[in-house]
């Protein structure tokens, strides 16, 4: 129960585009003033499900992300960010 509400597939490209947007959503709404760092954790943490070709790459690219352009853009949000 749940994995429909709650799980994004990685079989099309709007399904990527999909994942970017909801990625970067987070992002904002974890950079909003007086957001509780609970809040903030549970908008950055990220869970990857799938060893194949796809998610591998998947994973490889969020981990980029997080240790290069948050860390140099977002520097104080880049410790809550987990993957």
Known sequence: PGVRQHCYFLREVSDAR???TRVLRNLALATLPGAPDHEKARLLHSVVVGGGPIGTEFLGELIDFKNQTIA???PRLQPLVKV
């Open 18 to 20: 999909d994942i970017r």
């Open 72 to 74: 140099n853009h977002f």
